[in-house]
């Protein structure tokens, strides 16, 4: 028998082959356009490795811890020091520099546009020179540490666009957020914990957030962020019903996986494998999560390290160390958001207290990661969604000023995996309201991110609606200067 139908094979010429497989070479093809992770054999979502993996080239990063400092931090007040506003102080900013950037509609009426300088002194700290505001002399410590990019620019000029973009690389809601694209595609380090855990801290100013900015977008339900609360309840709707036991519970949801996995070998949606994995996920919390969020451990010279406040749950101090808790376990994405930076009046004093309550945690995190090791593989960033403007918006006195939002320039800073330290990247003109080198757009931040992360950011993708979409959209190139 093996004879005969070698006999045939023999006969067979290439352009027979050809012709008789035609349609199966052609079906493959078309299968891998269509769908590249199924013809890879990875068409079920896997929550442990990620439709990715290991993802597309060798990590620096294994988590990331981004504090958002919503409300858009003055660059002029924080860390892009500009004496020359000394001698123009007053005078009107040049048509030449203002050129055609946008404004808010909350300096429509404003007939004048003073330059203004900043009311607070700078100095150059660390071996690195970089100039650093007298209201973060903690940060000021650990300069060293960071790579500052001063060359930062958006498109969106008001606050809800220009958090959405910086979260989700789209002005409109609905688009899946950083900590979402990173889950869906890396999958989890620790599977009794979310990949993807949002913060956000108490006692900031009013400027409202969405949370479809750490929500899922068109990808499965179970890659959105999970809000840990303070108080006795992290996460909402975790707890057994009184009178519900664990072995009630587990019992329960044994019956509910069997339904749901029928369901979804008859149609085959993947909002059921979803729904499976967030009942799984919400029945190991229950263990999980009281242990991850009691600090009660911590010895005496943390809590001096992060400042008194935390010790009061719910600050941005108490956030940020149980972000470094957060990080020793492996969950892959931590989102602090500390608003308040919103100052279009009194900036002077509102820019201080924002400094004050967010300060001495912010350099205490980075010290206690490298001190136990992390840093290494930890990416941390901090920044907003914009700028300000150099010209004050409102009356100009000797002790007050306003700047409006400006998205023409404003400065981040990144530290610990793959990120050069101590580094100043990028520059703005004088005024500090253009940049004139090395811009980072927006798109390009997030592929950098990802880059550090292991992914090729044009290569994540999600087909939606007939199209496919990745976080930087249509944009976005690894800004390779900052990378060590």
């Not at 979804?264 to 799984?280: A, K, V």
């Not at 919400?282 to 010895?299: H, I, K, L, N």
């Not at 919103?342 to 206690?368: C, E, F, N, W, Y």
């Amino acid at each position: 028998m093996d004879q005969y139908f070698n006999k045939i094979i023999q006969q067979e010429t290439r352009r027979d082959f050809l012709k008789k497989t035609a349609m199966g070479l052609g079906s493959i093809a078309l299968s891998n356009l269509i769908n590249p992770l199924e013809t890879l054999g990875n068409a079920r979502l896997d929550t442990k490795n990620g439709v990715l993996g290991l993802g597309h080239i060798p990590a620096k990063a294994k988590r990331v811890i981004y504090l958002f400092q919503s409300g858009g931090p003055s660059q002029l007040e924080t860390f892009d020091y500009k004496p020359s506003l000394n001698k123009w102080h007053g005078q009107e900013i040049p048509d030449s520099v203002r050129g055609s950037q946008r404004n808010s509609g909350m300096v429509a009426s404003q007939s004048t546009f003073p330059l203004v300088r900043s009311i607070y002194d700078f100095k150059q700290y660390g071996q690195s020179g970089a100039w650093v505001s007298e209201i973060f002399p903690h940060t000021a410590k650990i300069v060293d540490e960071l790579c500052i990019v001063k060359s930062m620019y958006t498109e969106a000029i008001n606050h809800e666009p220009a958090v959405m973009f910086m979260q989700t690389g789209s002005q409109l809601s609905g688009r899946p957020s950083i900590g979402s694209w990173l889950s869906y595609g890396l999958g989890s380090d620790n599977e009794n914990l979310p990949n993807f855990v949002v913060m956000v801290s108490q006692g900031g100013g009013a400027q409202p957030l969405n949370s479809q900015s750490w929500g899922n977008g068109f990808l499965p339900s179970h890659h959105q962020g999970v809000q840990f609360r303070s108080g006795a309840d992290p996460v909402l709707y975790l707890n057994n019903p009184y009178g519900i036991h664990k072995e009630d519970r587990r019992r329960a949801l044994d019956y509910i996986k069997k339904m749901n996995e029928h369901q979804l070998g008859l149609w085959g949606d993947p909002e059921i494998e979803s729904n499976i994995n967030q009942y799984e996920m919400a029945f190991r919390m229950q263990t999980s999560v009281p242990d991850a969020v009691d600090v009660s451990g911590e010895p005496d010279h943390i809590y001096e390290m992060y400042g008194e406040d935390a010790k009061k749950p719910g600050t941005y101090a108490a956030n940020c160390l149980l972000a470094r808790k957060l990080a020793e376990k492996d969950v892959k994405f931590i989102q602090l958001y500390h608003t308040g930076w919103d100052q279009h009046g009194g900036l002077p004093s509102g820019i201080k207290r924002q400094a004050q309550d967010t300060d001495q945690a912010t350099a205490a995190l980075i010290k206690d990661l490298k001190q136990r090791g992390l840093l290494e593989d930890t990416l941390v960033v901090w920044g907003g969604e914009f700028g300000r403007t150099s010209f004050s918006q409102g009356q100009l006195t000797k002790t007050n000023y306003g700047r409006d939002h400006h998205p023409g320039c404003f400065s981040m800073w990144m530290a610990g995996a793959g990120v050069k330290p101590g580094m100043v990247y990028g520059q703005t003109d004088e005024f500090g309201y253009n940049v004139i080198e090395n811009p980072v757009h927006v798109h390009d931040f997030q592929a950098t991110m990802m880059h550090l992360l292991g992914i090729d950011h044009e290569r994540l993708t999600f087909k939606y609606q007939g199209r496919r979409f990745r976080l930087t959209d249509v944009h976005g190139k690894v800004v390779k200067g900052i990378l060590a």
